[in-house]
């Protein structure tokens, strides 16, 4: 993990806080400040959340994007550092 | 027997020890649960042959985030792709997790799977108790089983990584586990 580039922190730890903060950082937030659900149990959208459904959404999707286009890219630009793993 | 993992995380050094055997163990256990999971869920569309993804990409998705997307899918050739490759990819997934071959190329078409269930279930209903859900849960595994390699213990890779064909050709370990 120490000889990572730039790009590849960007998809790894961008992936990372984006996935963390659209599922724990929000959701604490909601618990505290907004509405504990973002949908009810009949699939209806919540409204009376602090971040709308698709803003959620979006940062956990961007945050699983980032983790996917890590792991393409490395497929893509390098071979594997040791052909044992 | 005790292995010493030796990495830093955000610049820091965060070595630990990791006990091997148990290592192995919840390896072999997470990829013949996730396996079947996935083995059980095409198997089971086919034997209900025929099956209609009409009512998921284009009714429930339909007001969902991926909804822009998924929509393109839900009629003409590309529902009759879909009503295929959802069957047939969750089947070649589960065998592939079972046998422990081409490991790391099925979880990651597991976790792009997983992508559209979780989004989809959970902004229909599924998040009615937070956003943590099952799919989510199955992604994460799919992709720790990408990470950790977990076609090595008891599985065809472990044939695999050694034939001469993938040693000729190193980027075959990121489809192998």
Same mark, same amino acid.
């Given at each position: 993990? !120490?000889?990572l580039?730039?790009?590849?922190?960007?998809?790894?730890?961008?992936?990372?806080?984006?996935?963390?903060l +659209?599922?724990?950082?929000?959701?604490l %937030?909601? *618990?505290?400040?907004?509405?504990?659900?973002?949908?009810?149990?009949? =699939?209806?959208?919540?409204?009376?959340?602090?971040?709308?459904? !698709?803003?959620?959404?979006?940062?956990?999707?961007l945050? #699983?994007?980032?983790?996917?286009?890590? +792991?393409?890219?490395?497929?893509?630009?390098?071979?594997?550092?040791?052909? !044992?793993? | 027997m005790?292995?010493?993992?030796?990495?830093?995380?955000?610049g820091?050094d965060? !070595?630990f020890?990791?006990?091997?055997?148990?290592?192995?163990?919840w390896?072999?256990v *997470?990829?013949?649960i996730?396996?079947?999971?996935? #083995?059980?869920?095409?198997?089971?569309?086919?034997?209900?042959?025929?099956?209609?993804?009409?009512? @998921?990409?284009?009714?429930?998705?339909?007001q969902?985030?991926?909804?822009?997307?998924?929509?393109? /899918?839900?009629?003409?050739?590309? #529902?009759? @792709?879909?009503?295929?490759?959802?069957?047939?990819?969750?089947?070649l997934?589960? $065998?592939? #997790?079972?046998?422990g071959a081409?490991?790391? %190329?099925?979880?990651?078409? +597991?976790?792009?799977l997983?992508? /559209?269930f979780?989004?989809?279930n959970?902004?229909?209903?599924?998040?009615?108790? =937070?956003?943590?859900?099952?799919? &989510?849960?199955g992604?994460?595994?799919f992709?720790?089983?990408?990470? $950790? +390699?977990?076609?090595?213990v &008891?599985?065809?890779?472990a044939y695999?990584?050694?034939?001469?064909?993938v040693?000729?050709?190193?980027?075959?370990?990121?489809?192998i586990?």
């Open positions: 993990m !120490s000889e580039t730039t790009m590849e922190r960007v998809g790894l730890y961008g992936g990372a806080v984006f996935l963390l +659209g599922t724990v950082g929000m959701g %937030l909601e *618990m505290a400040l907004g509405a504990p659900h973002p949908v009810s149990g009949e =699939g209806q959208i919540v409204h009376e959340t602090l971040f709308s459904l !698709s803003i959620r959404s979006y940062t956990i999707l945050g #699983l994007i980032l983790l996917a286009a890590y +792991g393409v890219s490395n497929l893509a630009t390098k071979p594997p550092q040791d052909p !044992s793993i | 005790v292995t010493n993992i030796q990495t830093q995380l955000l820091r965060i !070595s020890p990791v006990e091997e055997s148990r290592f192995a163990y390896l072999v *997470m990829r013949l996730v396996g079947w999971w996935f #083995l059980h869920a095409g198997l089971d569309k086919f034997l209900a042959w025929p099956f209609d993804a009409g009512w @998921f990409v284009g009714g429930a998705a339909a969902t985030s991926l909804g822009p997307v998924v929509t393109l /899918f839900a009629d003409g050739i590309l #529902l009759s @792709f879909t009503n295929i490759m959802v069957p047939l990819g969750q089947t997934i589960g $065998l592939g #997790l079972i046998v081409l490991t790391r %190329l099925a979880a990651f078409f +597991g976790a792009f997983m992508t /559209f979780y989004f989809i959970g902004e229909t209903g599924g998040w009615a108790h =937070g956003v943590i859900t099952g799919d &989510l849960l992604l994460l595994i992709a720790m089983i990408a990470t $950790l +390699g977990a076609g090595r &008891l599985g065809v890779d695999l990584a050694k034939t001469a064909f040693r000729d050709h190193p980027r075959l370990r990121y489809f586990g």
